[in-house]
Nanobody, 119 residues
Framework: QVQLRESGGGLVQAGGSLRLSCAAS????????MGWFRQAPGKERELVGR???????TYADSVKGRFTISRDNAKNTVYLQMNSLKPEDTAVYYC?????????????WGQGTQVTVSS
């Protein structure tokens, strides 16, 4: 059974930083591409970025240069380092994994962690 658990959210002032973690179990973690998503109140869930098995990382334009995704395969954990946070980054952040290592959609989701950025 695949389980994803996010942690590290909280309240931070604009310009501050937070580091989110996502601990995974029940899958061959190192082989899986992992994604970070977020959903703000009243808005649809959006992709923040993805990290692939190859090490390639992609980001949404809105977070490029401010957010960094990394992974520690020994710890089955993927991270989202968020710097220069803005009020518009306020959202529930989720990590996600696809159903197979070859899939481009995401089937497994964590419970989410709230990030609130005050102005």
């Amino acid at each position: 059974q695949v389980q994803l658990r996010e942690s590290g959210g909280g309240l931070v002032q604009a310009g501050g930083s937070l580091r989110l973690s996502c601990a995974a179990s029940g899958l061959a973690f190192s082989a899986y591409p992992m994604g970070w998503f977020r959903q703000a109140p009243g808005k649809e869930r959006e992709l923040v970025g993805r990290i692939f098995r190859s090490g390639i990382i992609t980001y949404a334009d809105s977070v490029k240069g401010r957010f960094t995704i990394s992974r520690d395969n020994a710890k089955n954990t993927v991270y989202l380092q968020m710097n220069s946070l803005k009020p518009e980054d306020t959202a529930v952040y989720y990590c996600a994994a696809p159903p197979t290592i070859f899939s481009s959609n995401y089937a497994f989701w964590g419970q989410g962690t709230q990030v609130t950025v005050s102005s």
